[in-house]
DNA sequence: CAGTGGTCTAGACCACCTG
DNA sequence: AGGTGGTCTAGACCACTGC
C-alpha cells in the first residue's frame, strides 16, 4: 500500500489536534485541501474524518466545515448486565422466581411513554433473581406481545424473561436510566431488607425497529454496585 | 436520489436479522451478490455491512464471510457529561464551590486501589456543584499532581476540577462504578436533605497513557436519575 | 491457493447550511 | 448562492485467512 490510508490521515489529523496545532473549537481545512496536502483522493479524507467524528474529536456539518470538539464528549460503553451471568462470574448459584404474571394494559406511571401509542394489553412480569438463593434483584417488566407473540408460550422456569429476550429479540436501541431509591415495605421483603433502605434502580425500554418491546424496572439488593469500564 | 443508499442496505439487512430470514449464527451472502441483489455498488453494501459490524449486529472476516451475531454483545454508549452542561442544559444557572483543597498522601478506602502505586501526596478536593443555588451534587476527588502537575496554578473559582481535567487532560481509560446510599449526616447537610435519605453515586477513576489522573465520587441529590441511550 | 472483505481512486451529483 | 460534507459508482489492487 504505497498511497496514503485513511488511518494515516487519521493519525495525523489526531496528533495535530493533541499537539495542539489545531486547538479546541478551532476549524480546520476542507476535505479537498487536506486531500491535497496528503496527496491521496478526498473519500480517504473523509472516512477519516468521519471516524474521528464517531469518536468524538471533531465536529462535522455541511457548509460550516470541520471543527475540532471543544470537549470531547465521553463515552463509555458498558455491557447490559444479563443477571444469571453477572450472578455465576462472582461464582453462585442463580435462580430466579416469577412472583406474578399477567395480561395488562399498559401502565401509565413509571415507563409508561414507551407505551404511549400502545392500545393493545401487555405482558407484566414481576420476579425475583437470587444469588445462593438469597435475593439479588426484583424486576418489575413489561413486555410487548404484538411484537413478540412468541413469549406468550415461554416457559420461564427455565430461563428469565431478561435472557430470552436477549437471545431471541435483536434489539434496535435503548434507554436506560440510573437512579436511587427507598425501599417500599413490600420491595425490601422480596429483597430481605429493611423498608427505606438505599437500593439502586436501573431502568431500561428497548425498541425494534417494529417497535416497543419491553420496559423493566430493576432493583437492585441495598449495597449493590453496578461496575463498567470505559476505553 | 435514485440509487439505493447504504442505509436502505442497512435497513433491509437488519430487517431480514429482526424477522429471522438470516438466523443468528448464520452466514449471509457476500457483498458482492449482495450488491447485485440490491442493485448498487459493491462499496454500498461495504459501507452497509460495516456499519452493522461497528453496532455489533454482525460479525466479518475476510474469507469467512460475514455472520449475524450470535448474542449481539449489548453495549451502552453513555455520554459522561460535564455537571455544568448537565444543569444548563436544563435551563438552570450552574455554579460551584470549593469547600475543601489540600494535599494529602492517597487514600485507602474508596478507590484507594488506582492509587496503589503512587507514593507522593494527591490535590485532595471537595466540592459541591449548584443549580440555581440549590445544591446539586456532591463529589470528593483526588488528583495525581505528578502526572498533571498543570492544576495545582488552577483557579478553581471560575472553572470546577472536572471540567478543568476533561478540557486539559486527555483521558485514555475509565472505570465506572454506579451505587446507592443512604446520606450520611454531613452528606446530606450539603446537598439540603435529609440524613438516610437514598442518593445515586457514581464513581470514576481515569488513567492517562502515563498513569492515573484522577478519581471522584460523585454523590446527586436523592431523587435525582441519570439517563443515557443505546443506540 | 482462492475467496472474501478492506481500501483506494477519480469523477460526479446531491443535501444541507451558513452567510 | 455557493461552499462544504455526504454519498454513489466502477474498477482496481491488496490483505487476510480458511481450506
Redesign the interface.
Known sequence: MANTSWQDVRKEVLRKI?AEEWR?GELIPGEMELAEKFGCARVTVNRALRQLSDEGFVNRKRKAGTRVA???????????PVIREEVEAAGKLYSHEIIRKQMVPPPKGFAGEIWAAEKHKLLHLRSVHFADKTPYAFEVRWVNTSTVPKIAEVDFSHISANEWL??N??????????????LKKSEAKLLDAES??????VERATW???GPITSVRQI?K??????????
Open positions: 493533541e479546541r471543544v470537549n470531547r464528549v465521553q463515552k463509555a460503553t458498558f455491557d447490559i436477549v437471545q429479540v435483536p434489539v434496535t436501541s435503548s434507554n436506560f436510566a440510573f437512579s436511587a431509591i427507598a427505606g433502605d438505599a437500593a439502586l434502580c425494534n425497529l417494529s437492585f441495598p449495597g449493590h454496585t453496578l461496575k463498567t469500564k470505559m476505553s
